[in-house]
């Protein structure tokens, strides 16, 4: 079967850094997303990997490996409103969205 | 704002009733899809719209009966649910269903089942 893994929760703090990880195994790969959801909101578009490094993206950083099936979001500075959901998602060999449960971050101040 | 909206944000239905969700996007987007999102579990994605015509209907109980009657508008006519259908149920689009594009949800519509 396809799985998709990532804590459940995590809890950090104001001004620091956070990485959030996500294992996957699926059928091919051509692709994983995060998206970031705030409680009682629509997901919204972080980033989305394809080929194997870090991309950066101001406070915000996705790393992918292929050959590991391992993708982590790095949060730097971290702001109070950074308390989101944070969901992978990974495109299969038939471009279908496998989703992860999503990561529950909580900043304390 | 995401441009896709979904109304009504907040539903309550008994067992019997008949209800519909609306969502519509004004992104000029040619995709449009209906997932379920169940506390702590993955979402999951229920029907695909592109151009209009159902692509996907990923084994979704006959109680959910999917409409598109253009590329901005989406609905989802719910009877007879179950308790268990309680859930956020979110749309989304993308500018057309190939898969590797960004999707823009709407906030949903939290559904509770009596």
């Known amino acids: 079967g396809q799985n998709i893994d990532q804590p459940t929760e995590m809890t950090a703090t104001e001004g620091a850094i956070v990485q959030i990880n996500c294992t996957y195994q699926t059928s091919g790969f051509n692709g994983l997303f995060w998206y970031q959801q705030h409680a009682g909101e629509a997901p919204t578009f972080l980033s989305y990997n394809v080929l194997d490094g870090l991309e950066e993206k101001g406070r915000f950083s996705s790393f992918l490996s292929r050959s590991k099936g391992y993708s982590y979001l790095l949060l730097k500075e971290l702001q109070m409103k950074d308390s989101a959901s944070y969901l992978c998602?990974?495109?299969?060999?038939?471009?279908?969205?496998?989703w992860g449960a999503g990561t529950k971050l909580i900043i304390k101040p | 704002e995401t441009g896709v909206t979904q109304t009504p944000r907040h539903l309550v239905m008994g067992m019997t009733n008949k209800k519909s969700l609306k969502c519509e996007q004004h992104?000029?987007?040619?995709?449009m899809y209906w997932y379920k999102q169940s506390a702590k579990k993955p979402l999951e994605l229920m029907f695909v719209?592109?151009?209009?015509?159902?692509?996907e209907n990923n084994s979704v109980p006959s109680r959910f009966s999917p409409e598109c009657p253009n590329s901005s508008h989406l609905f989802l006519h719910l009877h007879t649910l179950q308790p268990e259908d309680s859930a956020l149920y979110l749309c989304?689009?993308?500018?057309?269903?190939?898969?590797?594009?960004?999707?823009?949800f709407g906030s949903g519509t939290q559904l509770s089942v009596l």
């Open positions: 719209y592109n151009f209009k015509e159902q692509t």
């Open positions: 992104l000029g987007h040619n995709a």
């Open positions: 998602a990974v495109l299969d060999s038939n471009y279908q969205l496998i």
């Open positions: 989304a689009s993308s500018q057309d269903r190939q898969g590797n594009e960004k999707l823009f």
